[in-house]
């Protein structure tokens, strides 16, 4: 069984730059995640899927973050535009469906530069 | 979520086995205690999970205290591949914010040689 993947693994732009990053759980699994860890701090959370519905984002930052699932399968992050501080590794994790206590599986994350 | 508490770095002969703490002392009736470790340059990766029972799988043992405000993760025998930072998370189960993970700065664990 295929684990999350993510791409691309790295990605290096210019601030104002738009940056797209792509998750594909795990098949089956119905709850996606995101998280980020910026240079220096924890992981933290982002927002979390459940199908093609969010249910819950109050871990994005700000509005130049859009996450998508449409169709309930693979899940994109948008950055629009870049900025500094947006340099990280961005995470995304899966988990069955309707398993609020099971465990998530991480991608190996993309690692994003703007310089 | 209950704030948890773990050293920052521990150490490890290959070989022996691994004890890493974890305090969680405002933990609630309804919170899990997690651990996920993850290995330089990964995503992190789950290791195992209880509420109040002691947990066993093939990765790990979970010892949590019968007050439930401490656990310990049980390396049996450690390898140089368990070289990773461990996080030992409580996470409510259910609610809006029922599903996230809530990571610390975890522990450093270095298994020598």
């Known amino acids: 069984e295929a684990g999350v993947t993510q791409f691309p693994s790295h990605s290096v732009i210019e601030k104002g730059q738009t940056v797209t990053l792509r998750c594909d759980p795990i098949s089956g699994h119905d709850n996606l995640y995101w998280y980020r860890r910026v240079m220096g701090k924890e992981i933290k959370f982002l927002l979390h899927?459940?199908?093609?519905?969010?249910?819950?984002e109050s871990g994005m930052p700000n509005n130049r973050f859009l996450a998508e699932r449409t169709g309930g399968t693979y899940s994109t992050l948008k950055v629009q535009p870049a900025e500094l501080e947006d340099s990280g590794v961005y995470f995304c994790?899966?988990?069955?469906?309707?398993?609020?206590?099971?465990?998530?599986?991480f991608g190996p994350g993309t690692r994003l530069t703007v310089l | 979520d209950a704030k948890t508490t773990q050293p920052p770095s521990m150490d490890c002969a290959e070989g022996r086995a691994a004890n890493l703490p974890c305090n969680h002392s405002t933990i609630s009736g309804n919170e899990y205690v997690y651990w996920y470790r993850q290995i330089h340059s990964q995503g992190p990766q789950y290791i195992i999970h209880?509420?109040?029972n002691n947990e066993t799988n093939e990765m790990a043992s979970l010892i949590i205290t019968e007050d439930r405000k401490s656990s310990t993760l049980i390396l049996p025998h450690a390898t140089l591949r368990d070289t990773a930072v461990y996080y030992c998370?409580?996470?409510?189960?259910?609610?809006?914010?029922?599903?996230?993970?809530?990571f610390g700065e975890g522990t450093q664990l270095t298994v020598n040689p």
């Open positions: 998370i409580v996470r409510v189960v259910g609610g809006a914010s029922g599903s996230r993970l809530t």
């Open positions: 899927f459940v199908k093609e519905s969010k249910q819950d």
């Open positions: 209880g509420l109040k």
């Open positions: 994790a899966s988990s069955q469906p309707g398993h609020m206590i099971g465990s998530q599986f």
